[in-house]
């Protein structure tokens, strides 16, 4: 596998920056996690509070590109965050990594998170040589669902039951993978 980039990399698209958090971020971050709506299909509990937000903030920081890594979805024009992206439980012998994404409710349906997915791939595949891709995501959150499509992955698998415990309730997921050459990637 390709070793990682030794400084956190930043991905311009079209509309977006998809870039390493700085600390600044935690009030916007705090947005995205403290929305329980937002969170109904994420795998753990919303944030209660802004300084348990800030209290995450050494997570998003930190650049583990053995392991996993996070960036902040910030739209160009108005330098707002918008959304999170990441890669996590990477298996370096196997070549693979799970994904996943999340966007404030009102920037929803606007194609970002295609256009960070595309960038995250890109750097995953051509950067990192991952050889699978996959996302674990519940069988009600049609939307993400359709994401994952829109970039390539194929449902594989599920329900997988009782794979997330989030607020005190199991919840089953559906498995999608993408195959290196299998991304609908725009170069």
């Given at each position: 596998?390709a070793?990682?980039p ?57 650049y ?9 979805v ?17 298996e ?12 404030l ?60 415990l ?22």
């Amino acid at each position: 596998m390709a070793s990682a980039p030794k400084k956190h990399p930043t991905f311009v698209t079209r509309r977006l920056r998809v870039r390493p958090f700085r600390a600044s971020d935690a009030k916007a971050l705090h947005l995205l996690y403290g929305d329980a709506e937002n969170l109904r299909y994420w795998g753990t509990d919303p944030s209660p509070s802004a300084q348990r937000t800030r209290k995450m903030m050494s997570w998003h920081l930190g650049y583990r590109p053995r392991n996993y890594v996070l960036w902040a979805v910030e739209e160009i024009k108005s330098r707002r965050l918008v959304g999170m992206i990441n890669y996590h439980r990477r298996e370096l012998r196997e070549k693979r990594v799970d994904v996943g994404w999340l966007i404030l409710p009102e920037m929803q349906g606007k194609g970002y998170m295609t256009e960070a997915g595309q960038a995250l791939l890109r750097h995953l595949i051509d950067d990192l040589g991952v050889h699978k891709v996959e996302a674990l995501i519940r069988e009600e959150n049609k939307a993400s669902a359709a994401l994952a499509r829109r970039l390539g992955f194929r449902l594989e698998g599920g329900p997988i039951r009782d794979r997330w415990l989030v607020g005190g309730k199991w919840h089953n997921v559906m498995l999608y993978g993408l195959i290196a050459g299998e991304e609908r990637v725009s170069r």
